[in-house]
């Protein structure tokens, strides 16, 4: 059985100090909570400040985003040895976002992906459709391409330490949601996909994933579905009573 994974990206949001309370109330919260994994991935500027807060807690620290190259002249980026070295354990890797807006490609995708399985970072790797994408009936197609994209030239043993999260763009920040049977239907797809790129044991191994809209109203409701384990959360991890609601409500 897969443990559920619940990452929070916080994206641009949260200063310093706004970022410990936000983690002091996350920690009582959640005191008592087992059987699941539990990430946060703040700003970088808030990495060192929410790491000292996390120590001896369960709950994980990740990253938004990290470079390819370990050092060098490449202003304005942070490396993989550089979260190491502050308690990062997750990065996520190609954000819709990052996408959208920064122009992130497959092959981008690829080598910042290969930085972090190469120090031991867990790099949450995501793919998903626009809605002009899924509107025209191209949803498997993306899918595909950004998983043989992204995951190329992997090894099946580098592909089990790698997550996945499907986040249909449409869905991200609109208060729109895939329900949780086309949220499934696409989350059976790439698990068929990755035992056509790898093998049977990736394929029911990997971890995957929903984002989009997620809330503590249907947490339950896409957890129950056989494929779907966990939630790459965005604007709901913001405040701790709705977060923790859904660490809670991601419990099989």
């Not at 100090?17 to 500027?45: M, Q, S, Y």
Request: hydrophobic share 45%; charged share 20%.
């Amino acid at each position: 059985m897969r443990k559920p994974i619940i990452a929070g990206n916080w994206k641009l949001n949260k200063t310093p100090h706004e970022a410990i309370l936000l983690v002091d109330e996350l920690k009582r919260e959640l005191v008592d909570i087992t059987g699941v994994d539990v990430v946060l991935c703040p700003p970088f500027v808030d990495l060192t400040d929410v790491s000292e807060a996390l120590i001896d807690h369960d709950i994980a620290l990740g990253a938004q985003n990290l470079f390819w190259e370990d050092a060098g002249a490449f202003t304005g980026e942070i490396s993989a040895p550089m979260l190491k070295d502050l308690g990062v354990a997750f990065v996520i890797i190609g954000h819709s976002e990052r996408r959208q807006y920064f122009h992130e490609t497959n092959e981008t995708v690829n080598k910042r992906l290969r930085a972090a399985l190469k120090h031991g970072l867990t790099p949450i790797v995501c793919v998903g459709e626009n809605l002009a994408q899924r509107e025209s009936n191209k949803t498997f197609d993306i899918i595909k391409d950004h998983c043989e994209g992204s995951l190329n030239g992997l090894t099946a043993e580098e592909m089990k330490k790698v997550v996945l999260a499907y986040e249909p763009v449409w869905a991200i920040g609109t208060g729109k949601t895939a329900t949780p049977l086309q949220a499934q239907e696409v989350h059976i797809f790439i698990r068929q996909l990755l035992g056509k790129m790898f093998n049977a044991e990736i394929a029911s191994s990997v971890r995957i994933q929903y984002g989009g809209s997620v809330t503590p109203d249907n947490i339950v409701s896409l957890m129950a579905q056989a494929d779907i384990d966990g939630a790459l959360v965005g604007g709901a991890s913001l405040k701790a009573p709705s977060f923790a609601a859904i660490v809670k409500g991601s419990v099989k």
